[in-house]
C-alpha cells in the first residue's frame, strides 16, 4: 500500500487545519486528569462524581452547540474561541481548591473540546474540494492519532511531576494552536455539511432525514461497543491477570492507535465503496470484542481480538464521518443536524462505558455480554441494508 503523498490535493488544501489540530491535540492530557486531581483535593465521593456527571453531560452540551453555532458563525472564528477556552479552563485547573472551581474549569475545558471535535471537521471540509472531503477527514485522523502517541508519551514522561504541570502543559499548547490557527488558518470558510451536501446533490440529490439518523444509529452501535471494550478490558485483564491487566491493555491500545495513525490516510483510498466498509468494520469490530472478551485469559486471544477491532476501526473510520456528512439533511441547521449524529455517537460512548462493569469487568458469566454483541451488529446490519442505495448514491 503506497504511504500517502504530502503533495496531495487534499493534504495542501487542509495542512491549516492539520497543524491548528496537531497543535492542540499533541497536549489533550489534561482532561483526563481531572479524576486524579478530586482525589488529590479531597473531595467526597458525591462531589467527584457530580464532577465527572457534568463533564459527560458537557460533552454532549458541546457537540450540539457545536453545531447549531456552525450554522450561525464563522468555523474559523468558533474554532479560534474553543482554542482559548480550552487554554484558560485546563490553565486554571490545576490552581483551584474549591469543589466549584474545579466544575467550572473542567466543565470550560471539556466545552471547548467538545466543540473543537465538532467545528475543526466542519472547518476542514470548508476548505477542500469536494472531491477530496474523504482523504482530507483521513489525513485529520493521522493527525489526530499521532498527537495521541505524542500525547500519552508526554504524559509517561512527565507523569513524575504531578498533575499541575501536564494540566499547563495543556493548557500551553490550546494557547499555541490558536495562534498558528491565527496566523494560517484561511479567513474565509463556509460550514463543512453545507458544503458536502452540495457535492452530494451533484452526484444525485439530498439524503433524506431518515437516511441521516439510521446511519447516525450505526455509527452509536459501534461507538457502544468500542468504549465497551475500552472501559471494561483493562478492568476484566486486571482482574484476572492482577498488576498485568493494565500494562497489557496500554501496550496493545498503543499498537492500536499506531496501526489507526499510519494507516488513516491510505484507508481512505482502499475502501471506496462507504457501504461496504461500515458494514465490514461493523462485522470486524464485532468479532474482535467477542474474541477478546472470551479469550482474556490468553494474551494470545487478546491480541487476536484487539487487531481484529483495529482492521473493523480502520475500515469504518476510513468513510464514517464522510458518509455522515454527505447524508446530513441539506438547508441551513445542516450543522445542526450533523452534530447530532455525533452527538448519537457520545451517546454510546456513554452507554458503553456504563455498561462495562455489569457486562464484562464484574460479570459471573459472559452470555449477557455475549448476546449484546450479537444483537448490535445484527441491528447494525438491518438498518444498513436498507440504506444500501442512498449511501451508494451519495457517499
Not at 475543526?120 to 493527525?143: A, C, N, Y
Not at 492500536?256 to 469490530?285: P, Y
Request: with cysteine; glycine share 12%; hydrophobic share 50%.
Amino acid at each position: 500500500m503506497k504511504f500517502p503523498s504530502l503533495q496531495s490535493p487534499a493534504f495542501r488544501q487542509s495542512r491549516a487545519v492539520l497543524l491548528t489540530s496537531f497543535t492542540n491535540k499533541v497536549g489533550s492530557i489534561g482532561l483526563s486528569l481531572i479524576s486524579i486531581l478530586l482525589v488529590k483535593r479531597g473531595v467526597s465521593t458525591a462531589e467527584g462524581s457530580l464532577v465527572l456527571a457534568s463533564l459527560k453531560a458537557t460533552i454532549l452540551a458541546g457537540t450540539l452547540v457545536g453545531g447549531a453555532l456552525s450554522d450561525r458563525f464563522s468555523t474559523r472564528s468558533l474554532a479560534l474561541a474553543a482554542l482559548l477556552m480550552s487554554a484558560a479552563g485546563l490553565g486554571l485547573l490545576p490552581f483551584q481548591t474549591a469543589i466549584a472551581g474545579i466544575l467550572l474549569c473542567g466543565v470550560l475545558g471539556q466545552f471547548a473540546e467538545s466543540l473543537m471535535n465538532v467545528v475543526q471537521r466542519l472547518l476542514l471540509v470548508g476548505q477542500v474540494e469536494p472531491k477530496h472531503h474523504k482523504e482530507s477527514l483521513g489525513w485529520l485522523r493521522m493527525t489526530n492519532n499521532f498527537a495521541q502517541i505524542f500525547s500519552f508519551s508526554i504524559a509517561a514522561v512527565g507523569s513524575g511531576f504531578g498533575v499541575a504541570p501536564l494540566m499547563l502543559f495543556d493548557s500551553s499548547t490550546s494557547l499555541a494552536a490558536f495562534f498558528v490557527g491565527r496566523r494560517i488558518l484561511p479567513a474565509a470558510d463556509s460550514g463543512a455539511p453545507r458544503e458536502s451536501k452540495v457535492a452530494g446533490e451533484e452526484a444525485g440529490g439530498s439524503a433524506p432525514l431518515g437516511a441521516f439518523l439510521g446511519c447516525a444509529v450505526v455509527l452509536l452501535g459501534w461507538s457502544l461497543m468500542y468504549e465497551l471494550f475500552l472501559e471494561g478490558g483493562a478492568g476484566r485483564l486486571e482482574i484476572l491477570h492482577p498488576g498485568e491487566g493494565l500494562r497489557r491493555f496500554s501496550t496493545m491500545m498503543i499498537l492500536n492507535t499506531v496501526l489507526c495513525a499510519a494507516f488513516a490516510v491510505q484507508a481512505t483510498r482502499l475502501f471506496r465503496d462507504s457501504w461496504a466498509a461500515i458494514s465490514g468494520g461493523v462485522a470486524l469490530t464485532a468479532a474482535g470484542l467477542l474474541i477478546a472478551g472470551w479469550g482474556m485469559a490468553s494474551q494470545f486471544w487478546v491480541f487476536a481480538g484487539m487487531l481484529c477491532m483495529t482492521v473493523g476501526e480502520l475500515m469504518l473510520g476510513a468513510v464514517a464521518q464522510y458518509t455522515l456528512m454527505r447524508l446530513t439533511p441539506a438547508g441551513r441547521n445542516s450543522g445542526f443536524y450533523y452534530s447530532t449524529g455525533l452527538t448519537l455517537m457520545q451517546c454510546g460512548r456513554i452507554a458503553g462505558a456504563g455498561l462495562a462493569f455489569p457486562f464484562l469487568i464484574h460479570a459471573q458469566s459472559l452470555e449477557r455480554f455475549t448476546a449484546l454483541v450479537v444483537v448490535i451488529p445484527v441491528v447494525q446490519l438491518a438498518v444498513l441494508l436498507g440504506l444500501r442505495r442512498e449511501i451508494r448514491r451519495l457517499a
